[in-house]
Antibody
Framework: QVTLKESGPVLVKPTETLTLTCTVS??????????VSWIRQPPGKALEWLAH???????SYSTSLKSRLTISKDTSKSQVVLTMTNMDPVDTATYYC?????????????WGQGILVTVSS | SSVVTQPPSVSVAPGQTASITCGGN??????VHWYQQKAGQAPVVVIY???DRPSGIPERFSGSNSGNTATLTISRVEAGDEADYHC???????????FGPGTKVTVL
């Protein structure tokens, strides 16, 4: 059974760095067919793709947020980590991790439940 | 960059057909995926690769993609279909994933 679960702080202060962890089960991050993205959704707004990491450790970032994002993985722990620096209230959103099996053109077939992160002093 | 558009909302009576569009330049050249997101829940894929349906998704959900428009069609709409629907593509030029702004489907 494939599952993804996001964890991390639910409240961060402006200018702080956010670190979120996606723990996966039911598949291996070292499997050549598997890769994981982080996607966020501000309350009442659209989904926004943030970053993606492949089994080869190749990474891709949203152009608008690239300077603030770092994605990494620990295959032995089955975890994908996203850090976002210099948090601002506009970064308040539900953050999801989602899996892709296959090439980049295919769909996000499994999603985590999401974690609502609020940025406030 | 690849930009896709969706109507903000679609209203449909129970038993009727809802059509949700996803517009983009030559979108027919891309694989389009559709996600259903009910209130307070994570998105779930209902159509992938333009017109494939995952196991467990009713046959009432179908997709097409031609020219500059991809379409998600929900036949015989039920109250339980009320949700936000998001289209998504991959931009090969930038290695970026792109989501549409979402369409809220209201069942009257």
């Amino acid at each position: 059974q494939v599952t993804l679960k996001e964890s991390g702080p639910v409240l961060v202060k402006p200018t702080e760095t956010l670190t979120l962890t996606c723990t996966v089960s039911g598949f291996s991050l070292s499997d050549a067919k598997m890769s994981v993205s982080w996607i966020r959704q501000p309350p009442g707004k659209a989904l926004e793709w943030l970053a993606h990491i492949f089994s080869t450790d190749k990474k891709s970032y949203s152009t608008s947020l690239k300077s603030r994002l770092t994605i990494s993985k620990d295959t032995s722990k089955s975890q994908v980590v996203l850090t976002m620096t210099n948090m601002d209230p506009v970064d308040t959103a539900t953050y999801y991790c989602a899996r892709i099996e296959g090439d980049m053109t295919t769909t996000f077939d499994y999603w985590g439940q999401g974690i609502l992160v609020t940025v406030s002093s | 960059s690849s930009v896709v558009t969706q109507p903000p909302s679609v209203s449909v009576a129970p038993g009727q057909t809802a059509s949700i569009t996803c517009g983009g330049n030559n979108i027919e050249r891309k694989s389009v995926h559709w996600y259903q997101q009910k209130a307070g829940q994570a998105p779930v894929v209902v159509i992938y690769n333009d017109n494939d349906r995952p196991s467990g998704i009713p046959e009432r959900f179908s997709g097409s993609n031609s020219g500059n428009t991809a379409t998600l069609t929900i036949s015989r709409v039920e109250a339980g279909d009320e949700a936000d629907y998001h289209c998504q593509v991959w931009n090969s030029s930038t290695d970026h994933y792109v989501f549409g702004p979402g369409t809220k489907v209201t069942v009257l």
